[in-house]
């Protein structure tokens, strides 16, 4: 089994900046995507980025410009700068990562717990 282990989350005010980390509790064989989520109470969780290991980095609209993801295939960890924070960004953010954990297992998803951003004067 693999533990995805965010952190870096914390108390921010409008305009500043954060940057989360997320690790694995060990090495991926490989790595389909990885990726970050975030939810709200009583709210669904939504997608925020994603870095295709073989394809190009997506964001959702809203977040475009101001967060940036990078995937580790090699250290399986993958972190999300985030920019000029605005309170709307006011989540729990959690990481996912889509791999094999060897050679002969399976793709399966793995979530993380997650970290508490929130952004407030």
């Known amino acids: 089994q693999v533990q995805l282990v965010e952190s870096g989350g914390g108390l921010v005010q409008p305009g500043g900046s954060l940057r989360l980390s997320c690790a694995a509790s060990?090495?991926?064989?490989?790595?389909?995507?990885m990726a970050w989520y975030r939810q709200v109470p009583g709210k669904q969780r939504e997608f925020v980025a994603m870095?295709?290991?073989?394809?190009?980095?997506n964001y959702t609209e809203s977040v475009k410009g101001r967060f940036t993801i990078s995937g580790d295939n090699m250290e399986s960890t993958v972190d999300l700068q985030m920019n000029s924070l605005k309170p709307e960004d006011t989540a729990v953010y959690y990481c996912?990562?889509?791999?094999?954990?060897?050679?002969?297992?399976?793709?399966?998803?793995?979530w993380g717990k997650g970290t508490l951003v929130t952004v407030s004067s």
């Open positions: 996912n990562v889509r791999g094999w954990i060897t050679d002969r297992s399976a793709q399966m998803s793995y």
């Open positions: 870095h295709d290991m073989h394809g190009p980095k």
């Open positions: 060990r090495r991926f064989f490989s790595i389909a995507t």
